[in-house]
Nanobody, 121 residues
Framework: QVQLVESGGGLVQPGGSLRLSCAAS????????MGWYRQTPGKQRELVAT???????NYADSVKGRFTISRDNTKRTVYLQMNSLKPEDTAVYYC???????????????WGQGTQVTVSS
């Protein structure tokens, strides 16, 4: 099983910055990708950014140029640096890890508990 612990959310004014962190632990054989998704009430969870084990990154169009995803392999941690935040970025942000665990074939997605990001003046 994989456990993900998120941190870094909070309240920030428009134009401000936040840095989210997500640390993975558990019976991890290999991590293939890590990412961030967000969800607001009444809406589906949407992709924000992902990074794979070859350091390929993918961003939603709405956050390109403002958000940066990175990872620390030794700590099994993924980060999301969010700059120039807008009220539309307000959401619960969920960490996602695509990983294979010991003794279970294939890859599965694991989710963090979510951290609230509120952008408001």
């Amino acid at each position: 099983q994989v456990q993900l612990v998120e941190s870094g959310g909070g309240l920030v004014q428009p134009g401000g910055s936040l840095r989210l962190s997500c640390a993975a632990s558990g019976n991890i054989f290999r991590i293939y990708a890590m990412g961030w998704y967000r969800q607001t009430p009444g809406k589906q969870r949407e992709l924000v950014a992902t990074i794979d084990n070859a350091d390929n990154t993918n961003y939603a169009d709405s956050v390109k140029g403002r958000f940066t995803i990175s990872r620390d392999n030794t700590k099994r941690t993924v980060y999301l640096q969010m700059n120039s935040l807008k009220p539309e970025d307000t959401a619960v942000y969920y960490c996602n890890v695509r990983a294979q665990v010991f003794f279970i074939p294939g890859q599965d997605d694991y989710w963090g508990q979510g951290t609230q990001v509120t952008v408001s003046s």
